[in-house]
Protein backbone atom coordinates (compact mmCIF):
# COMPACT_ATOMS: atom_id res chain seq x y z
CA UNK A 1 0.00 0.00 0.00
CA UNK A 2 1.84 2.90 -1.64
CA UNK A 3 0.41 5.78 0.22
CA UNK A 4 2.98 8.54 -1.02
CA UNK A 5 4.15 8.14 -4.69
CA UNK A 6 6.40 10.37 -6.99
CA UNK A 7 6.00 9.18 -10.48
CA UNK A 8 8.71 10.81 -12.22
CA UNK A 9 11.77 8.87 -11.06
CA UNK A 10 14.20 11.83 -13.11
CA UNK A 11 14.17 15.32 -13.98
CA UNK A 12 16.50 16.68 -16.20
CA UNK A 13 16.24 20.70 -16.22
CA UNK A 14 18.48 23.80 -17.50
CA UNK A 15 20.54 25.98 -15.29
CA UNK A 16 18.33 28.72 -14.04
CA UNK A 17 15.28 27.15 -15.21
CA UNK A 18 11.92 26.21 -12.98
CA UNK A 19 12.33 22.85 -11.51
CA UNK A 20 8.59 21.08 -11.09
CA UNK A 21 8.59 18.09 -8.82
CA UNK A 22 5.29 16.33 -8.43
CA UNK A 23 4.02 13.82 -5.22
CA UNK A 24 0.66 11.79 -4.74
CA UNK A 25 -1.14 10.92 -2.05
CA UNK A 26 -3.93 8.65 -0.97
CA UNK A 27 -4.60 9.02 2.92
CA UNK A 28 -6.20 12.39 3.65
CA UNK A 29 -5.56 11.85 7.20
CA UNK A 30 -2.07 13.50 6.46
CA UNK A 31 -0.74 16.33 8.58
CA UNK A 32 2.04 17.76 7.15
CA UNK A 33 4.04 17.36 3.85
CA UNK A 34 7.64 17.80 3.18
CA UNK A 35 10.40 17.71 0.81
CA UNK A 36 13.44 16.59 1.81
CA UNK A 37 16.59 16.09 -0.54
CA UNK A 38 19.24 13.98 -0.41
CA UNK A 39 22.91 13.48 -1.92
CA UNK A 40 24.85 10.30 -2.41
CA UNK A 41 26.30 8.92 0.76
CA UNK A 42 24.29 11.75 3.08
CA UNK A 43 21.21 11.60 5.12
CA UNK A 44 18.52 13.45 4.01
CA UNK A 45 17.90 17.35 4.57
CA UNK A 46 14.80 18.63 5.09
CA UNK A 47 13.90 21.73 2.51
CA UNK A 48 10.30 22.56 3.28
CA UNK A 49 6.89 21.91 4.71
CA UNK A 50 3.26 22.72 4.78
CA UNK A 51 0.60 21.94 6.77
CA UNK A 52 -2.59 20.25 5.46
CA UNK A 53 -4.49 23.34 6.11
CA UNK A 54 -2.34 25.34 3.74
CA UNK A 55 -2.15 25.14 -0.02
CA UNK A 56 1.25 27.12 -0.61
CA UNK A 57 4.30 27.51 1.39
CA UNK A 58 7.76 29.33 0.02
CA UNK A 59 10.96 29.45 1.44
CA UNK A 60 13.63 31.03 -0.35
CA UNK A 61 13.65 29.46 -4.08
CA UNK A 62 11.37 26.38 -3.14
CA UNK A 63 8.01 26.75 -2.86
CA UNK A 64 5.05 23.97 -2.11
CA UNK A 65 1.86 23.64 -3.43
CA UNK A 66 -0.78 21.61 -1.71
CA UNK A 67 -4.22 20.69 -3.64
CA UNK A 68 -5.82 18.75 -1.11
CA UNK A 69 -8.77 17.89 -3.81
CA UNK A 70 -6.61 15.77 -5.71
CA UNK A 71 -4.35 14.88 -2.87
CA UNK A 72 -1.31 16.50 -5.14
CA UNK A 73 1.37 18.49 -3.63
CA UNK A 74 4.30 19.63 -5.88
CA UNK A 75 7.97 21.99 -5.23
CA UNK A 76 8.95 24.79 -7.21
CA UNK A 77 12.41 25.17 -7.24
CA UNK A 78 13.28 28.44 -9.24
CA UNK A 79 15.56 29.30 -10.57
CA UNK A 80 17.28 25.90 -10.34
CA UNK A 81 21.12 25.52 -9.67
CA UNK A 82 23.59 22.73 -10.36
CA UNK A 83 23.66 22.27 -6.63
CA UNK A 84 20.14 21.08 -6.27
CA UNK A 85 21.41 18.15 -8.50
CA UNK A 86 19.84 15.36 -5.83
CA UNK A 87 17.74 13.26 -5.19
CA UNK A 88 13.97 14.65 -3.75
CA UNK A 89 11.94 12.85 -1.89
CA UNK A 90 8.17 13.74 -0.64
CA UNK A 91 6.60 12.83 2.44
CA UNK A 92 3.61 13.01 4.20
CA UNK A 93 3.25 12.99 8.32
CA UNK A 94 0.57 11.68 10.36
CA UNK A 95 0.70 12.76 14.00
CA UNK A 96 -1.05 10.00 15.09
CA UNK A 97 1.89 7.68 15.48
CA UNK A 98 4.08 10.52 14.58
CA UNK A 99 5.17 8.50 11.35
CA UNK A 100 6.68 9.99 8.34
CA UNK A 101 5.88 8.15 5.10
CA UNK A 102 8.43 8.52 1.97
CA UNK A 103 7.79 8.70 -1.66
CA UNK A 104 10.09 6.60 -4.09
CA UNK A 105 12.02 9.52 -4.86
CA UNK A 106 12.60 12.14 -7.85
CA UNK A 107 16.26 11.93 -9.19
CA UNK A 108 17.05 16.24 -10.50
CA UNK A 109 19.91 16.80 -13.08
CA UNK A 110 20.60 20.55 -13.32
CA UNK A 111 22.45 21.22 -16.54
CA UNK A 112 25.02 24.10 -16.45
CA UNK B 1 18.05 21.12 14.12
CA UNK B 2 19.96 18.19 15.86
CA UNK B 3 23.57 17.24 14.85
CA UNK B 4 23.20 13.21 14.47
CA UNK B 5 26.08 11.17 13.62
CA UNK B 6 26.24 6.94 12.85
CA UNK B 7 28.86 4.42 13.30
CA UNK B 8 30.24 2.63 11.52
CA UNK B 9 29.61 4.91 8.11
CA UNK B 10 29.84 1.34 6.45
CA UNK B 11 30.81 -1.99 6.66
CA UNK B 12 30.45 -5.44 4.00
CA UNK B 13 29.50 -8.53 6.05
CA UNK B 14 29.25 -12.01 5.92
CA UNK B 15 25.96 -13.71 5.81
CA UNK B 16 24.58 -15.13 9.25
CA UNK B 17 26.73 -12.45 10.95
CA UNK B 18 25.56 -9.12 12.68
CA UNK B 19 25.98 -5.72 12.52
CA UNK B 20 25.33 -3.01 15.61
CA UNK B 21 24.99 0.45 13.85
CA UNK B 22 25.12 3.46 16.52
CA UNK B 23 23.44 6.46 16.61
CA UNK B 24 24.41 10.08 18.80
CA UNK B 25 22.47 12.94 18.93
CA UNK B 26 24.16 16.25 20.15
CA UNK B 27 20.73 17.03 22.25
CA UNK B 28 18.74 14.92 23.97
CA UNK B 29 15.37 14.02 21.91
CA UNK B 30 12.62 11.51 23.42
CA UNK B 31 11.97 9.24 20.23
CA UNK B 32 14.44 8.54 17.79
CA UNK B 33 13.63 6.38 14.40
CA UNK B 34 15.19 3.59 12.14
CA UNK B 35 14.94 3.57 8.62
CA UNK B 36 16.19 1.44 6.04
CA UNK B 37 16.78 1.97 2.40
CA UNK B 38 17.28 -0.04 0.06
CA UNK B 39 18.92 0.34 -3.52
CA UNK B 40 17.32 2.40 -5.13
CA UNK B 41 14.43 2.67 -3.15
CA UNK B 42 12.10 4.87 -0.97
CA UNK B 43 12.88 5.08 3.06
CA UNK B 44 11.48 2.76 4.90
CA UNK B 45 10.48 3.36 8.80
CA UNK B 46 11.83 0.19 10.50
CA UNK B 47 11.04 1.43 14.19
CA UNK B 48 10.59 3.91 17.06
CA UNK B 49 12.66 3.76 19.71
CA UNK B 50 11.59 6.08 22.96
CA UNK B 51 14.11 5.84 25.84
CA UNK B 52 12.96 3.47 28.80
CA UNK B 53 10.85 1.50 26.49
CA UNK B 54 10.59 -1.36 24.02
CA UNK B 55 10.74 -0.22 20.52
CA UNK B 56 8.03 0.15 18.25
CA UNK B 57 8.26 -1.84 14.95
CA UNK B 58 6.40 -1.04 11.93
CA UNK B 59 5.14 -4.17 9.59
CA UNK B 60 7.21 -6.28 8.04
CA UNK B 61 9.95 -5.65 10.69
CA UNK B 62 10.66 -7.71 13.82
CA UNK B 63 12.36 -7.46 16.82
CA UNK B 64 14.59 -10.81 16.40
CA UNK B 65 15.93 -9.44 13.00
CA UNK B 66 16.30 -5.82 14.32
CA UNK B 67 16.35 -5.18 17.72
CA UNK B 68 16.77 -1.70 19.34
CA UNK B 69 18.32 -0.60 21.81
CA UNK B 70 18.07 2.68 23.75
CA UNK B 71 20.13 3.36 27.08
CA UNK B 72 19.92 7.32 26.78
CA UNK B 73 18.32 10.35 25.83
CA UNK B 74 21.21 10.86 23.15
CA UNK B 75 21.77 7.05 21.69
CA UNK B 76 20.67 4.10 20.39
CA UNK B 77 21.54 1.06 18.59
CA UNK B 78 20.03 -0.79 15.86
CA UNK B 79 21.92 -4.58 15.31
CA UNK B 80 20.66 -6.12 12.12
CA UNK B 81 21.14 -10.20 12.59
CA UNK B 82 21.67 -13.16 10.71
CA UNK B 83 22.42 -11.04 7.60
CA UNK B 84 21.23 -12.52 4.70
CA UNK B 85 22.48 -10.23 0.91
CA UNK B 86 18.92 -8.75 0.87
CA UNK B 87 19.98 -6.85 3.97
CA UNK B 88 21.87 -4.94 1.91
CA UNK B 89 20.71 -1.44 2.43
CA UNK B 90 21.18 2.04 3.84
CA UNK B 91 20.31 2.48 7.52
CA UNK B 92 19.72 5.75 8.73
CA UNK B 93 18.70 7.16 12.11
CA UNK B 94 16.63 10.16 12.89
CA UNK B 95 14.65 12.50 15.68
CA UNK B 96 12.14 14.96 15.22
CA UNK B 97 8.44 15.69 15.45
CA UNK B 98 7.40 16.48 11.50
CA UNK B 99 10.68 17.93 10.47
CA UNK B 100 12.88 15.03 11.49
CA UNK B 101 16.34 15.42 10.93
CA UNK B 102 18.69 12.46 9.72
CA UNK B 103 21.72 11.14 10.54
CA UNK B 104 24.34 10.28 7.59
CA UNK B 105 23.46 6.67 7.11
CA UNK B 106 25.31 3.14 7.40
CA UNK B 107 26.06 1.60 4.42
CA UNK B 108 25.71 -2.26 4.99
CA UNK B 109 27.17 -4.67 2.24
CA UNK B 110 26.49 -8.51 2.55
CA UNK B 111 28.27 -10.85 1.02
Known amino acids: DQQVKQNSPSLSVQEGRISILNCDYTNSMFDYFLWYKKYPAEGPTFLIS?????DKNEDGRFTVFLNKSAKHLSLHIVPSQPGDSAVYFCAAYKAAGNKLTFGGGTRVLVKP | SAVISQKPSRDICQRGTSLTIQCQVD?????MFWYRQQPGQSLTLIAT?????????ESGFVIDKFPISRPNLTFSTLTVSNLSPEDSSIYLCSVGGYEQYFGPGTRLTVT
Open chain 1, 50 to 54: ISSIK
Open chain 2, 27 to 31: SQVTM
Open chain 2, 49 to 57: ANQGSEATY
